[in-house]
T-cell receptor, first 113, second 115 residues
């Protein structure tokens, strides 16, 4: 069964550093998403991406964050100048149709120290 | 309360018993989905029910949706130890315009099935 692949599985970074989280969505999917889950809390929507542009973003997704689909297969989330509160599990998801059952990756656990 | 809240927060049962989890939400929705998450792992899509559907089955899973009460339930029949996981409901809101498929997740129910 096709999978969404995320790398790395775990990233430790120092406060203030930039990180790039990578995702390879399922090849025939058109809609791409980033979510995050702070330990013990709800899964929160960050951003949706369609047709090479951001469709919607949450209040969390401020200027510190950016997304890119640089080469038609990878989908990246960049966090500039990381803060301690950015520590969370970040999930990439993709879907063939908008709003109808997404495939999530296994996540990247980001720890900011 | 917030969109997509599940209860109970934790459920502990014996293998072979049925497990029922409930979810409430606040806004109008296009559909409601249930996901499963094993500890520290990704989310696995289990089942989706559209706003015009009332009940749906998939294997040992049965989902109901009551849009008048803005609530849904997930029933897992004949549970197995391997069903131990966290279960989340997630709603795709209908804002009257285009939805970009943003899902709003609940807090989740932690299900433990004892062998």
């Amino acid at each position: 069964e096709p999978e969404v692949t995320q790398t790395p599985s775990h990233q430790v970074t120092q406060m203030g550093q930039e990180v790039i989280l990578r995702c390879v969505p399922i090849s025939n999917h058109l809609y791409f998403y980033w979510y995050r889950q702070i330990l013990g809390q709800k899964v929160e929507f960050l951003v949706s991406f369609y047709n090479n542009e951001i469709s919607e973003k949450s209040e969390i997704f401020d200027d510190q964050f950016s997304v890119e689909r640089p080469d038609g297969s990878n989908f990246t989330l960049k966090i500039r100048s990381t803060k301690l509160e950015d520590s969370a599990m970040y999930f990439c998801a993709s879907g063939r149709e908008r709003g109808y059952g997404y495939t999530f990756g296994s996540g990247t656990r980001l720890t900011v120290v | 309360s917030q969109q997509g809240e599940e209860d109970p927060q934790a459920l502990s049962i014996q293998e072979g018993e049925n497990a029922t989890m409930n979810c409430s939400y606040k806004t109008s929705i296009n559909n409601l989905q249930w996901y499963r998450q094993n500890s520290g792992r990704g989310l696995v899509h289990l089942i989706l029910i559209r706003s015009n559907e009332r009940e749906k089955h998939s294997g040992r899973l049965r989902v109901t949706l009551d849009t008048s009460k803005k609530s849904s339930s997930l029933l897992i029949t004949a549970s197995r130890a391997a069903d131990t996981a966290s279960y989340f409901c997630a709603t795709d809101a209908n804002a009257g315009g285009t939805s970009y498929g943003k899902l709003t997740f609940g807090q989740g129910t932690i299900l433990t099935v004892h062998p």
